[in-house]
């Protein structure tokens, strides 16, 4: 699906043109033009990534074929990077999807294969403002990844419930399951660190003005975007440390626990200790025994042994055993 936007003087002056529209556009230096390519056909991408804006034939590589990082090239005029949003469409964990960019003097592609939500909030906010918009394609690059990076504060929320829920299982008596829970989050927060990294460093390059397609009066934007990002890795890297230190109180609950079954065992085998000598002594049947004939003998050893047995109760209680 096809989406294009033109901007004349910042405001928007007209939207979804055909192709061959595109071509005059594209030849008007005075006009800004904004196309959004959504989960493209092959011949879309051709039409318009080769076709109309006649892009490097590597970049287009790197366009439709999933990048695993966010990247950042700078061609001739043009800038292409590589970024990823949160991908909203599954539900059951975090994941990411690519949103591909190509920043030109006066254009910007955007390509992405599913809906993004930061994509849909750019085009509501173009379509709905009635003033200035957007003077320059980095402004609507701004928009975008602006847009993206508050994305990603839901997920960060829902991986601080996760982590709260997580420190209260470990500290009650019940914390079964909580190995998958563990492991769980801590592939989230690898993920969220391992795509934050290079897309902060991505932006820092933006904000620093290394390329002249970003203007003077939009760098203070791209340096606040960069904070948030920083902001948002050393939140990542605060949610590792505290799941460490979840997993490591885990463990230690787990070997007291442990601790604690072995001392039961180790009393009730002591308590039995008395009971245990005196009828292995008493089991050997010798034939010379004179207490096994007295009549007084068998209550004699019962209450021998209930008596030894209370003293090892109370020894173990002392000890805190029992």
């Known amino acids: 699906m096809i989406h294009s936007f033109i901007f004349s003087d910042g405001k928007l002056v007209g939207q979804d043109l055909e192709v061959e529209a595109l071509r005059l556009v594209r030849a008007d230096k005075g006009l800004v033009l904004w196309v959004d390519l959504e989960n493209p056909t092959e011949d879309e991408i051709k039409l318009i990534l080769t076709d109309v804006f006649q892009f490097h034939p590597l970049a287009i590589e790197d366009c439709v074929t999933p990048s695993p990082l966010p990247k950042i090239e700078d061609f001739e005029d043009y800038l292409f990077f590589v970024t990823h949003a949160v991908d909203f469409t599954r539900t059951e964990k975090f994941n990411t999807t690519e949103l591909d960019l190509f920043l030109g003097k006066d254009y910007l592609v955007s390509f992405h294969r599913n809906p993004l939500k930061s994509v849909t909030s750019v085009i509501d906010r173009c379509i709905k403002a009635t003033g200035i918009v957007a003077r320059g394609p980095d402004r609507i690059a701004h928009f975008?990844?602006?847009?993206?990076?508050?994305?990603?504060?839901?997920?960060?929320?829902?991986?601080?419930?996760?982590?709260?829920?997580?420190?209260?299982t470990v500290l009650s008596k019940n914390s079964d399951g909580l190995i998958p829970d563990l492991m769980h989050v801590r592939a989230d927060i690898t993920l969220l660190r391992q795509i934050i990294r290079p897309q902060r460093e991505l932006v820092t390059r933006l904000a620093h003005g290394e390329n002249k397609l970003i203007r003077a009066l939009m760098q203070p934007y791209f340096r606040d975007l960069r904070?948030?990002?920083?902001?948002?890795?050393?939140?990542?890297?605060?949610?590792?440390?505290?799941?460490?230190?979840?997993?490591?109180?885990?463990?230690?609950?787990?070997?007291?626990?442990?601790?604690?079954?072995?001392?039961?065992?180790?009393?009730?085998?002591?308590?039995?200790?008395?009971?245990?000598?005196?009828?292995?002594?008493?089991?050997?049947?010798?034939?010379?025994?004179?207490?096994?004939?007295?009549a007084y003998g068998y209550p004699t050893i019962v209450g021998l042994t209930l008596v030894l047995t209370a003293c090892t109760w109370a020894w173990c209680k002392r000890k805190r055993w029992i």
């Open 227 to 294: 904070d948030n990002l920083i902001r948002i890795e050393e939140t990542a890297a605060g949610f590792a440390d505290q799941l460490l230190i979840s997993f490591d109180l885990y463990l230690s609950k787990s070997d007291y626990e442990a601790n604690q079954g072995i001392k039961t065992l180790t009393a009730l085998t002591v308590l039995t200790l008395p009971a245990t000598l005196i009828s292995t002594w008493y089991g050997m049947n010798f034939e010379h025994m004179p207490e096994l004939k007295s």
């Open 144 to 168: 975008l990844l602006d847009a993206m990076v508050d994305n990603f504060q839901p997920i960060i929320d829902e991986m601080r419930c996760e982590l709260e829920e997580i420190e209260e």
